[in-house]
């Protein structure tokens, strides 16, 4: 400890100055690019679970859709069997 403080003194105080100031612009420089990395990294998996989700959604609305239009074929041909049939009574009945 005691030769490392020798080792400083007014002429090359300045000198450690700016190395440390050196030093620690390089570590915020390096945090800098790390944090838009992870912040890039972020986007992306939450814009890819944004696709996720809209494309389930649109599977579900698919499914939805194709299930209400069956539903309603059976019940149009339900109703035109149920009127053919009345229709015919009527018919026989004349």
Known sequence: MQNN???????NI????QEAEQRH??????????LCQD???????????CFNGIAQQR???????EQM???????MMSRA?????ILNMRQRTH
């Open 59 to 65: 599977a579900e609305a698919d499914t939805r859709h």
């Open 25 to 34: 612009s390089q570590i915020m420089e390096q945090m800098v690019q790390q």
């Open 39 to 49: 912040y890039e990294t972020r986007s992306l998996n939450v814009e890819q679970m």
């Open 14 to 17: 300045d000198l450690f100055g």
């Open 5 to 11: 403080l020798t080792y400083i003194n007014e002429g």
């Open 81 to 85: 069997i149920a009127e053919q049939e």
């Open 69 to 75: 239009a069956s539903e309603l074929t059976g019940f």
